[in-house]
């Protein structure tokens, strides 16, 4: 019988936790208090030992951690491998990863090497007479299904920006923190890293972004984007997307926000040009607050938005941003 634990397994950035691991670790937090388990986390990164420990403030009781070159970017094959090798030592209940584009790749794999099936993409997790039912959005979020697994361990990955974050916890201490000896998993390892290139300094990157401004076939010309990047900057926020603009080329694939890109969740998206097609909405629909440009006063986006602006995106984008700078001048 597996423990009534329940693995995490995060990612880090610089050093620090990402918003979606934050996410996976309350979820962790309220699936661990619901079953009388306590919340393993799994870390692997080079260079993340300083955020192990800390993690007792979430309530994490122990953390693997596997630090060293060999973990210096993402390699799906190792850290399949290793997060399958810890959870064989662990025996969790649930093990639990975001559905991020890293997540995307070790959730299939870490579910192959045990032998299990894996909820993909989850918007609700609930363990009812010892089944899992995960709940996840189909045909770009126009209906939900419920998928019920009924052995253990049950692997399921969250859809970034749905779960709410692990809060601190009052009176925890420090986290436990178990390195994980890797050596013979990169010797079977069959990728080689040969090159991590760095994106363009400065950049918010968008799963993690609480400002979104994107961009759709309205902005005309891939010239144009540069009035959603000035906005952007006044705002320090994240420039995104639609497929139309990523398809033609206009923007690279990382922008595009969608049932087919990002899934974002942030407290202000302002959606410039994009006409508001199902399949973008299904990428940016629980953003707290939506604020469409768009000429066409019929434009789907409106029956979203809370805030419309009907008119020419040329105009109304630098106007926006003059008159934030003056603000904030
Ligand atoms: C399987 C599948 C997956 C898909 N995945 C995605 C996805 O992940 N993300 C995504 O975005 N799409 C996706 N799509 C494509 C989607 O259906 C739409 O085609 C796409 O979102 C349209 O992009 P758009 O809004 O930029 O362009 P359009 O639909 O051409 O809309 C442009 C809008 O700009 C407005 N406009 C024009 N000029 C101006 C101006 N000067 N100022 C202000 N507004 C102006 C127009 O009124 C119009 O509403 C997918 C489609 C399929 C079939």
Redesign the pocket.
């Known amino acids: 019988m597996p423990s009534n634990d329940i693995l995490a397994i995060l990612e880090s950035r610089d050093g620090r936790l990402t918003k979606s691991a934050a996410e996976v670790l309350g979820q962790a937090r309220r699936m661990a208090d619901g079953l009388g388990g306590s919340v393993v986390a799994l870390l692997m990164t080079e260079g993340a030992a300083g955020a192990a420990a800390p993690l007792g403030a979430l309530g994490v009781g122990k953390v693997h951690l596997a630090d060293g070159p060999a973990f210096r970017a993402y390699v799906g094959d190792l850290q399949g491998r290793v997060a399958a090798r810890v959870a064989r030592t662990v025996d969790p209940r649930v093990i639990l990863l975001a559905a991020s584009s890293q997540g995307k790749d070790l959730g299939p794999r870490l579910a192959a090497h045990l032998g299990v099936g894996l909820a993909v993409d989850c918007t609700a997790l609930e363990i009812t007479d010892g089944t899992l039912r995960a709940t996840r959005p189909v045909y770009a979020g126009k209906a939900l299904e419920t998928l019920r697994i009924a052995d253990p361990p049950f692997v399921a990955s969250l859809r970034p920006n749905v779960f709410a974050p692990a809060a601190p916890a009052a009176g925890a201490g420090a986290a436990a923190v178990e390195p994980v000896e890797t050596a013979a998993d990169e010797a079977a390892v069959k990728t080689v890293l040969r090159e991590v290139k760095p994106r363009e300094g400065g950049k918010v990157e968008l799963t993690e972004a609480d400002v979104i401004v994107s961009g759709?076939?309205?902005m005309?010309d891939p010239a144009n984007f540069r009035h959603l990047e000035e906005l952007a900057d006044v705002l320090g926020a994240a420039v995104g997307a639609?497929?139309?603009?990523v398809d033609a080329g206009w923007r690279p694939h990382a922008e595009?926000?969608?049932?087919?890109?990002k899934t974002v969740g942030p407290n202000l998206y302002i959606a410039?040009?994009?006409?508001g097609?199902i399949?973008?909405l299904a990428?940016m629909s629980t953003a707290k607050c939506i604020v469409a440009?768009?000429?066409?006063p019929e434009?789907p986006i409106f029956k979203v938005a809370d805030y419309g602006v009907v008119g020419?995106?040329?105009e109304v984008v630098p106007a926006l941003t003059a008159e934030i700078r003056k603000h904030q001048g």
């Not at 639609?242 to 603009?245: D, L, T, Y």
């Not at 410039?272 to 006409?275: A, L, Q, V």
């Not at 440009?293 to 066409?296: E, R, S, T």
């Open positions: 759709g076939r309205g005309k639609s497929r139309a603009v595009q926000v969608g049932q087919t890109g410039c040009g994009i006409s097609a399949q973008h990428g440009v768009n000429k066409d434009a020419d995106a040329l």
